[in-house]
């Protein structure tokens, strides 16, 4: 059973950074993509970076210039860097996991670490 372990959340002032870590029992040549989802109060999950296939980057808009993703494929790991955060950056953040097994794929997901932004 693949396992996603978080951490790294807290609570920052606007303008602060932090940076979540999420580690995986996955083995390394499973692995499709890796990153991070949010959910906010009252809103949807939405994506807010992902790396597929060691390379391929994508971002979400309103993260765009502030949040950096990594990838530790030897771990294997995640991480995101998160600077000049906004009230709107707070929000349940998620890591997630695409595999390929046997020709099949599989999406794994962590519980969740809380990002809180204020003053």
């Known amino acids: 059973q693949v396992h996603l372990e978080e951490s790294g959340g807290g609570w920052v002032q606007p303008g602060g950074s932090l940076r979540l870590s999420c580690t995986t029992n996955t083995t390394f040549f499973n692995i499709v993509t890796m990153g991070w989802y949010r959910q906010a109060p009252l809103k949807q999950r939405e994506l807010v970076a992902s790396?597929?296939?060691?390379?391929?980057?994508k971002y979400s808009d309103s993260v765009k210039g502030r949040f950096i993703i990594s990838e530790d494929r030897a771990k294997p790991a995640v991480y995101l860097q998160m600077n000049s955060l906004e009230s709107d950056d707070k929000a349940v953040y998620f890591c997630y996991n695409e595999d390929s097994r046997l020709n099949r794929y599989y999406d794994y997901w962590g519980q969740g670490t809380q990002v809180t932004v204020s003053s």
């Open positions: 790396i597929t296939w060691g390379e391929t980057i």
